[in-house]
């Protein structure tokens, strides 16, 4: 190869990889609820739902319902912080919400930290919807009894990856570009961590629960990429 021709494969992939980090740099968190210092939620006792948890980074719902109105909500020490939001009285079909906008985005992602006392529930399934209504079930799965041999008990010092989750959701293209999305961990058995039978005296804990999104590439910058890329070969060809 000559020259002119090294000169053309550099133009080319300078072209290439200015596309590449236009589109890399877009991944954008929706919002993150770690439960932290002023939106750490107040303890609550003897209620059916508990609503209102604003993130930490961006702008969300975070919520709670179960079946008993003897539920307490509370915030024990999370996975290496301070705080997570914590209920008992569990029961099928109890969950946690997380609702968001994806105006604008694409690309889906949850990521979160979870776990249960060995009394509380194993079995999960998380979900999704666009309505707040109908609700599609994504994946099962199950949760490490809080400091299940090898794991350290969750704490507010180092945290544990044992206990740590992530879904890529961006095969469903029902969630991209929505007013609102709403993401649950919703309880499917009655199996308990330990592999014994959930009790109502059970636990069952979340923290660090992160909705990201890549944003929609506009139609303007592409097509500034692009007339990058066409110009530059222009005039590698004349």
Known sequence: MGKLGEDFMKRTLFVLGLMSVVAASQAVVIATWTFEGTTTPADLTDSVAYGGWLPEVGTGIGSGLHASALTDWSTPAGNGSANSISSNQWAVGDFYQFQVSTISLNTITVSWSQTSSGTGPRDFNLQYSTDGTSFTTFAGYTVLANGASPNAFWSSGTPVPAYNFNANLSSVTA?????????????????????????????????????????????????????????LLRRRRK
């Open 175 to 231: 969630l991209n570009n929505q007013a609102n999305i709403f993401i649950r961990m919703t309880v499917s058995s009655t199996v308990s961590a330990s592999g014994g039978t959930l009790a109502l005296t059970g636990t069952g804990r979340v923290d660090d629960v992160s909705i990201g999104g890549t944003v929609v590439p506009e139609p303007a910058t592409m097509a500034v990429v692009g007339l990058g890329a066409a110009a």
